[in-house]
């Protein structure tokens, strides 16, 4: 078979070639997001919402609701009130406050004491008279005390305060007394005669500032208006709270004491005392005069404002404070024993160096012993003798800071109480 030959011009001729088409490229690999083998593609491949950022919702505070609580369990005490303290302003006076010797266990805690642990040299041994279990005692006990100084004589009556480490002799005390007594007395001279009686009622140390006269239990059943003759002295009542005050005498011993009874004690005393001596008891003139006795021992007992008063007005209330209770007193008797302060010096030294069971000293003028020669009941004299010595025994030592005995006196079963028929 013979093949066509073409021109070479024909095979030239050159064809028109199309553009290219854009095509994209996938994504590389690399920006891919992998897919887990066992998530679902469908899923992964849906689009995602953009998700809001998240709002502050700030918590609710919680209130703790307080349990209801049952009357039987609701305290008495009501909640503490509150005082803004008041700021101190110049040339005002401010309210003095009680003595920082004394402590009131039983009353209002804003006294507070320096006297915790008070020793007593009985002319043989150390004998404690107060003392506080909460104390550290920072310093020595008296032997160990006395021990380091050779050459401190110790006498009968000496005092040594543990708490502070300070050490007193009874002839110290009686020393300064006495010098009290002689600048009153020169004070007095100078401001002529009694004019400066209402300043000397303040001899008597801080203590009581002084025995200041008050009602008594022989203006109760003897004379109204009259104080009666007293077994112990005024005079010497001063000088001896003088005194205890520079012996660390603790007021509150004399509370419960043969001083100072509990009210049904000194009432029972009272109607014994009459009975002794053959005389009625007039149950208003009782109730009257008890009710004194009371509201002066409660005044002192639970402590706050007026307890000196209190204390100091029960102890002239005291039956024995006084003689010839129920009967009245002849001039001679009211004026029998002396009022003298350098006199009182001298009995106080005789009480202190006797023998307590020998009884009232010889030579004593300012305690009066005119209750020996009261009309007594057959065998009444000697243990009523006895109660009116021991209560001027228990006064005197005041002087040397030693605590009266405590009252073992019978109560009396009931208080006594008015009666509107008794005439």
């Known amino acids: 078979m013979v093949q066509l030959k073409t021109s070479a011009g024909a095979q ?197 500032g ?26 010497t009542k001063r000088t001896v709270f003088d005194m205890g005050e520079k012996m660390w005498l603790y007021p509150l011993k004399i509370i419960d004491s043969k001083l100072m009874p509990e009210p049904r004690r000194v009432v029972k005393m009272v109607e014994d005392l009459l009975a002794a001596r053959s005389l009625a008891v007039n149950k208003n003139t009782l109730y009257e005069w008890y009710q004194k006795y009371k509201n002066a021992y409660n005044k002192a007992k639970v402590g706050g404002r007026g307890w000196k008063h209190g204390l100091r007005e029960a102890m002239e209330l005291h039956p024995l404070s006084v003689y010839k209770v129920g009967e009245e007193a002849t001039k001679a008797e009211l004026s029998r024993k002396e009022e003298d302060a350098k006199q009182s010096m001298a009995d106080l030294r005789l009480f202190l160096d006797c023998d307590r069971k020998l009884g009232v000293p010889l030579g004593v003028k300012t305690v009066d012993r005119g209750y020996e020669e009261q009309d007594w009941k057959p065998g009444q004299k000697l243990p009523w003798v006895k109660h009116y010595e021991d209560f001027a025994f228990n006064y005197m030592h005041l002087a040397i800071g030693r605590p009266p005995s405590p009252s073992d006196y019978p109560a009396a079963p009931k208080s006594p109480e008015r009666d509107d028929d008794d005439a």
């Open 12 to 208: 030239t001729i050159k064809r028109p070639v199309a553009p290219p088409v854009y095509r994209p490229q996938p994504l590389p690999r690399v920006l891919q997001t992998k897919s887990l083998p066992h998530q679902n593609p469908q899923i992964d491949q849906r689009p995602r919402r953009p998700v809001a950022p998240s709002v502050y919702r700030p918590e609710a505070k919680k209130v703790v609701q307080a349990k209801p609580v049952s009357p039987h369990q609701r305290s008495l005490t009501p909640p503490p009130v509150f005082r803004p303290q008041q700021t101190q302003q110049k040339n005002v006076a401010q309210p003095k406050l009680a003595p920082a010797l004394l402590r009131y266990p039983h009353g209002p805690a804003t006294r507070q004491t320096i006297q915790r642990k008070i020793w007593r040299f009985d002319g043989t041994n150390w004998v404690e008279d107060s003392s506080d279990p909460d104390d550290k005692n920072p310093f020595p006990d008296p032997v160990a005390y006395c021990s380091a100084r050779p050459t401190l004589v110790v006498k009968k009556h000496d005092r040594y305060n543990q708490e502070t480490g300070t050490y007193i002799s009874v002839a110290e005390a009686l020393d300064q007394a006495q010098e009290r007594v002689e600048k009153r007395k020169k004070g007095k001279r100078k401001r002529g005669g009694n004019s400066g009686e209402k300043k000397a009622d303040n001899f008597g140390g801080k203590i009581f």
């Open 210 to 235: 002084g025995d200041k006269r008050g009602p008594t239990a022989y203006g109760s059943f003897s004379k109204k208006g009259c104080q009666g003759p007293h077994s112990v002295a005024h005079i």
